[in-house]
């Protein structure tokens, strides 16, 4: 019999991240269509994934070993060859060449629907803290992609997402969802895991801190240019 080898590859940070993101995208679809008051609570859960993807962007740096950027930014021939048939070793460990794309892909997005939402004014009763640095053609512009271009990119690609894991769970019999809730993975062969200790998670904890200070002074920019 082949030996299996259980390995932490996601720690706690990064799988409290994926589902806190998760829950929060649903949120903020639900508020948006819902409208009215719920805008305020749209409003807040924005700023609430603007301290997530900051988190995850400082994480990604200085995380777990899978949870590194490093660990899956490919270059495109070990893309190529991955659509091909030719898998590196390690293209199933932590995310696969293509699921690292969907990452980027799905972080990029995300941060260009956050940054115009805090750019945003329907011109009723919400507006964005930073819209009064800049000029209104860029405010129309930002609200313009905000409502009618970025929410969509958001949901397809979350779609497509969702579709990766169905084909890799019912095709390729992989487990992804358990790995991303107990952290470990059971691999054919010995790899290195990612930190996940007391230390770790504490400076995870102290970065997640500042990443919510940090949404919380862009959101109290708002507030300030109201007291004028």
Known sequence: MTQQHTTRIWDLPTRIFHWALAASIVALVVTA?????????????????????????????????????????????????????SAHAEDSIGHSPLGALSVFALLAVLMAQVGTGLLSDDEIAFAGPLTRFVANAVVGQATGYHKEIGQYLVLGLVALHLLAIVFYVLV???????????????????????RDDLASRAVALVVLALSAALAWWVSSLGTAAAGF
Do not use: C, T
């Open 33 to 85: 269509k819902v409208g009215g008051n719920a805008m305020e609570w749209h409003f807040r859960l924005g700023y609430g994934v603007l301290a997530l993807l900051v988190f995850r962007i400082v994480w990604g740096l200085i995380g777990g070993r899978w949870s590194r950027f490093a660990s899956f930014l490919y270059s495109p021939v070990r893309v190529l060859r991955y659509l091909r048939g």
């Open 172 to 194: 390729r019999r992989q487990r992804l969802v358990r790995p991303m809730l107990q952290g470990d993975k059971v691999l054919p062969a010995p790899a290195a895991p990612s």
